[in-house]
C-alpha cells in the first residue's frame, strides 16, 4: 500500500523559509493573575478615540451648543433685557430638564454600547483585565467629556445671562450640572451593559419617569437624577437660587447622586463579568 | 522557550438558548497540536469556540483549561488567544497600535519588541500604520492574529480563520499554525473547508447538529466507519484476471472495472487487505498501486454529516 | 406566461422534461402599479400588518392613546348631557393640540421603520433597478406615512364630530354645529400629518440605524421646541428674533388649528409671540413641502 499522502502540511510549504532566526526570549507576566489600574489608560484612550470617532459627536456638540444659542439670543433679541429670573428658567426647563439628559444619554450609551453592537468588545474583554476597570474607564470618559461639554456650556451661557451679576447661582448651575452629567452617564453605560436597547430604556427613563411621573408625583421625586443636580444647584446658589430651590436639600442629592453612581458602577462591573458573547448578528 | 503544556477539558458541555440547543453533550480533551473543528454551517461550531474561549457560559457541563473554568475567569485569558470570526476590530485604529492595545491589555511592558514581533508574525509591518478601516479582509484577520498572538499564548482558539485570505496567506497562516503547534502549543480552529483542515489539522473535531460526530485522526475514523464499505483502486499488470478473480470473493461488495484501473469496493477492509496479496500472488498479478479511493476527509465529512 | 418546460428527450410511452430556468414572456405591470404597491406595503407596515405581532404594537398603542380622550369627550358628554358640553376640554378645534405628543411619538416609531431597514440592508438597489424612480421611492414613503398618521388623527375627530351630532336636541342642529367643522378638520389633519412626517422622515432618511434615529426624531422635537418655547417665554423677543417662535413644531400645529378653526391658541409660543396664527399655518405647510423635497433629494443621491 502507497504511504500516507503527506497532507498535514509537515513537509515545508514551499516558497517560506525553512526556519525562521529563534525570538528573542520573552518577558515574564507579571505576577498578578488580572490587571488592574494599569489597564485604566489604554482603555482610556481607547474609548476616547472611539468617541470621536463617530458622527454622533457632532449631534453632542449641537446639543451643547443650544444653552449658549440660547442665551446669545436672548442677550441681543430680548426686549426686556435679561435677568437672573430669566436664567433660572433657562436652567431648569432646557438644560436640566432636556440637554443634559440628552448628552449623557448620547455619551452613555455610545461609550460601551457602540463596542457591544459590532461586536468589537470582545477584544477587550477576551483579555485578563478586572472588569471593574473596564466600567470605570468607560464611565470616566463619558462622564468627563459630558462635563466638559455641558459644564463649559452653562458656564457661557450663564456669563453671557448674568455676567458677574450672581456668581452664586452660575457656581450652583455648573455644580448641578456636573452632578446630574456624572450620575446620568453613570446610569446610562450600565444600561448598555444589560440591554441592548438602551437607548430607548434611556429615553423612557427621561421622557416618561423623569418628565411625567416625577413632575406630577411627588413622592418619587427621591428617584430623579434631575432633582438630584437642582437641589444640588439651588443649595450652592444659596440666597440666589430662587425659583431653583428645592425641598430635598443639598446634602440628601449629593448622597443620592453618589449613591446612584456608584450602584450603576458596581452593576455595570457586575454585568460584564458574566457577559456572553455569541457569534450571532 | 519552553512552553508548559496545557490542558483543555470540554466535559459533557451543552449550551441552549431558551429552546433551541446549540450545542449538546460534548466531550474531548485537546493536546499540543492543531485541532481542527469541522461542521457544516449552524452546527454548533462558533458557539464551541465560544465557550472553550470562555465567552459564553455552558448550560451544563464544563469547560476548563489549566483545570480553571474559562467562563467568567479573565485571568485564563493569560494562557488564551482569541481570533474571533466577526469581523469587528477598531476602524479608527491601525495596526500597530491594536496590537499594542492587545499587548497593554495583557501587561506586556512597553519596548519589549513583542508587538513588532507579532506584526512580523503575520507579514503586517509594512502596512501597519495604516488605520484597519482600510484593510481588506483578510488583513484585517491578519492583524487578529497578531494581537492574539503577542502575549505568546500555550493556547489559541481561532474561528474560521482563513475566510477572507487569499491562497498566499492561507498558506502562510498554516504554516504559522504548524510551527506554533510544534512549539508545544494547543491549536484550535474551525473552518467549513475540508482542504484546510485536511492540510493542517493532526486532529479533527466534527461536529453535527450540536453534537460531536468523530473525534480523532480522521484518517483513524475512516477505519471506524465500519458499516460503510471502502473503495480502492488497483493499477495492476493483468487488470482482468485479479478482478475475475476478486468477484468471486464475499469480501468484496463492488468491481469497476475501465480501462487500466480497477476499483473495488469492501465492507470489510482487514479481510480483504488479508486476502488481497494471496489472490494477486494465486493469480500471477503484480499490483503497481493499490489506493484508497475515498480515505477523503471529504468523504469522512459527508459519511458523518448525513448519518 | 411562464414558457412551457422544454422536452429534452420524449417518446410514445415516456417523456424528460428540462425544468432549468425559464424566462417570461408575459405582460408586466409598470411603474405605477410599482408605486402604488411600495405606497399600500409602506401604508400597512406603518401599522405593522404583514410584519408580526411585536412590529403592531406601537403603531395600535399609539393609534389607541390617540383615540382615548375622544372616546371620553364623547362619553362624558353623551352621560351628562348639554350642561357640561362648556366644561368638556376637548373640542375639534384644540384636539390637535392635546394630541401633540402623541403624534411625535407615532413618527418617532415609524419613519425609522419605513426608511431604516432598506437602507441598513442594502435593499435599495433592489428598489432602483425596477421600474421604480428614485422620486417615487421616496415620494411613496412619505404619502404612506402621511396617510398613516392622517387616518391615525382623523378617526378621533370623526367621533368628536358623531358626538357632537349626536349629543344635541335636534339633529338638524347637530349637523349644522358639525359640518363646518368638517373641512378645517381634513385640511388640519393632512398639513400636520404631512409636516410632521416629513421632518421624521428626513432625519430617518439620514440615520439608518433604528434606534438611534427613533433617539434623533425624539430629541429634535423635544429641543426645538424647548428651546424656541423658552426664548419665546423668557425672552419677550423684539422683532426680528419672534419669528424664531416659527421654529417651535407645536406652535405650527398649534397655530395651523388656530387658524382654521378660529378661536384662541392654547399653545403659549402661539400666544406669547404675538404673531398671527395664520403665518404659523403658512409655516407648517413650508415645512412639510420643504421636508419632501430634501427627503425626494436625498433619495436621488443617495448611494445605492
Known sequence: MSGDAPTSGRAPVPGWPAAAPPPPPLPRHPSAPVLGPSVLGPLVDLTVRGLLGRRRILLV?????????????LVVGGGLGTTAQITRQVYDS??????????????????IGAEIDDGTVVHILAKPVGRSWIMLAKMLVAGAAGVALCGTSVLVAGFLLLRLDAPGLLLGMLAGVVLAVIAYTAVFVTLSVWTSRALIAGLAYVLLWEGIVSTFFSGTRLLSIREYGLAVAAGIAGPEAGTLARDVPLATGLALAAVVTVAAFWLGARRLARFEISDAG | MPILPPSVEVSAVAKWYGNVVAVNDVTFTLQPGVTGLLGPNGAGKSTLLHLVAGLLRPSAGSVSVDGRPTFGDPAVYRRVGLVPEREGVFPYLTAREFVRLSAQLQGLPVGTGAVDRALGTVELEAAADRALATYSKGMRQRAKVAAALVHDPAVLVLDEPFNGMDPRQRLHMMSLLRTLADEGRVILFSSHILEEVERVAERVLVVVSGRLAASGDFREIRRLMTDRPHSFTLRTSNDRALA?????????????FEEGRLDVRTADFATFTRELPVMARDAGVSIFELAP???????VFDYLVRR | MATPPDLVAGSATGSIFDLGYRGYDGPRLGRRHAISTLFTQSLKWTFGIGRGGRAKIAPFA???????PAILAVGIRALAGQATERVTPITPQNYLTFVQTFIAFFVTAQAPELLGRDQRHHVLTLYFSRALERT???LAKYAALVSALAIVLFVPQLVLLLGIVFASIDLGAGLGEALPLVVPILVSTVVAAAFFSGVGLVIAAFVPRRAFSAGAIVATFLVLSGVVQVLVVQGRLRDPFRYIALLDPYALLDGLATSLFGGVGRNVT???SGIDPVIFAAGACVVALVTLVVLVVRYRRIEA
Not at chain 1, 66 to 72: D, L, Q, R, S, T
Not at chain 2, 293 to 299: N, P, T
Not at chain 3, 62 to 68: F, Q, S
Request: glycine content about 10%; hydrophobic content about 55%; aromatic content about 2%.
Open chain 3, 136 to 138: 417615487d421611492y421616496a
Open chain 1, 94 to 111: 432646557l438644560v436640566m430638564t432636556t440637554i443634559v439628559p440628552l448628552v449623557a444619554l448620547i455619551l452613555g450609551t455610545t461609550a
Open chain 2, 244 to 256: 475475475g478473480r476478486l468477484a468471486g470473493r464475499p469480501t468484496v461488495s463492488g468491481l469497476t
Open chain 2, 293 to 299: 479511493a475515498d480515505e477523503s476527509l471529504e468523504s
Open chain 3, 270 to 272: 402661539v400666544t406669547r
Open chain 1, 61 to 73: 456638540g449641537l446639543l451643547a451648543l443650544a444653552p449658549v444659542g440660547v442665551a446669545a439670543i
Open chain 3, 62 to 68: 399609539l393609534a389607541g392613546l390617540t383615540l382615548l
